[in-house]
């Protein structure tokens, strides 16, 4: 081989090392790189620690806590508590573990109304025990069938508590978790009490035919709520609407439109020990009554109690005493001053009825001072704008109970077994032959419209009813 040509080959084994030399030196350079990712776990791990300090929310499909739904609402401490959120006018009402499924007595009664065709402010409405009743996430408002009864621990009284339902008058999605401490539940009231429980969609599409109303839940809501350590009173915001009016109406600003506003009462029930009394076929009176399948030969089907105050002699060996506690209705102060006296006297005649009965003073009538620093709201006061009262349908128990004296009373009852006062079906029945408990004068003074009144001009009914009471054996104590 020539010298040159060990040259040009000595030359390329040197440019051959020198290339991978340079390729080794890349290589060393680019490896590290798989490490990357390293870091950035490392990084992610150190914040996790972090992370964890926040506090988690409800995951999806979770209940929220009570204090987390209930934050920043006021709160309305009494026999149920109620929360509530003025902008968003939500109320919320608190169900404590003890009053599911206990027995409360409802009463309805018609806030404000139409003024005319059978409605009026104040009317009393139906009364009846309901309890609520937890079913899974959901609470239901149900309605006791008082219809049917049998002799309690026998086997008939199993057989007619399967036989004869209840009624389910509304029902709500609880709206969190139990409450830590009390294991309360929340209940949305409007969702609970808002709808047509009263039948007024049926009832306006009767009396302002060919009209048809029904009922609008978009704008209906729950109003006021008043709270007392033995009721709750609530207003509910009912509106019915029609597209097509046929009928005029002489109280309506436009026939398209009725609102109407009812007030739901939810009271206790005292043990007082008050014993119910049997009717008798010889004496009109009003009557709960009760189908009874304690026997299956029975002489008579049905138990019949009277409704009757639970009166006591304070000396039961003497032929006239007073009681051990009257009867006390109050005025209420939003009764005309002029007319006070009269209704007073009013509902004292009817001791004239009492005294024969053996009793002396059965009802002290007192003035509700306009200043009074009391609500007459408040559960078990009789405050006697009129003195008319819902019974415990249980055993015929007259409950005390509020009703204005310048309006129409709901009419009698209809002969349902288990009813009493029922004009119709529903918590506020319309008024089904009412009574006129003022002259139309001082009936138009309230601003009632339409109507006529049997007594004479310048004589309240109330005086009227107690003169012309029977003293006898009809008044029962």
Known sequence: MSKRARTGWVALAILICAGLALSGTSFARQSPAPQQPKKEGAASQAAKPEEAKKPEGPKPGEDKTFDDVVKEMEVKKGLFTF???????????????????????????????TGERGLYAAQMGDSFPIVFRRVGKTVQWVEKNTTFTAAPGTPAARYTARSFADAILGSAKIQS???????????????????DLPGFAIYFNRVYQPSTYHFDKGNSAAGAVKV???????????????DNPRTPSVTLPDERSIPIVVKYELSTLRETGYKPRLADDRVGQFLTIHQDFTSDQ???????????????????TAKLSPPKQPIVFWLENTIPVEYREWFKDGVLLWNR??????????????????????????????????????????????LQRRHHPLH????????????????????????????????????????AAGG?????????????????????ARVHH
């Open 177 to 195: 978790k139990p409450h830590p401490e009390r294991k309360s539940i929340l209940l949305d009231a409007a969702e609970l009490f808002v709808s």
């Open 452 to 472: 006529v009144c049997d007594g004479p001009a310048g004589r309240p009914r109330n005086e009227l009813a107690g003169s012309g009471a029977k003293a006898d």
């Open 408 to 447: 129409p009373t709901p009419g009698r009852r209809r002969g349902r077994p288990g009813r009493a006062d029922r004009p119709g079906r529903g918590a506020i029945a319309p008024a089904l032959g009412t009574q006129c408990p003022l002259p139309v004068q001082l009936r138009r003074r309230a601003g």
């Open 298 to 316: 029975p002489k008579v089907p049905y138990t019949r109690y009277i409704h009757r105050w639970q009166l006591e002699k304070a000396d039961p």
């Open 353 to 398: 009825a009492f005294e024969r009965a053996g009793f002396k003073d059965a009802i002290v009538v007192k003035q509700m001072p306009d200043d009074a620093d009391w609500d007459p709201d408040v559960c078990h006061r009789a405050v006697a704008r009129q003195p008319v009262y819902g019974p415990d349908l249980r055993r015929g128990h007259r």
């Open 83 to 113: 929360y509530y959120k003025a902008d968003e006018n939500k109320l919320l009402i608190e169900i404590q573990p003890e009053q599911l499924d206990k027995i409360f007595l409802f009463a309805g009664t018609l806030e404000q109304a």
């Open 228 to 242: 007392f350590p033995e009721n709750v009173l609530l207003d509910v915001w009912l509106h019915y609407a029609t």
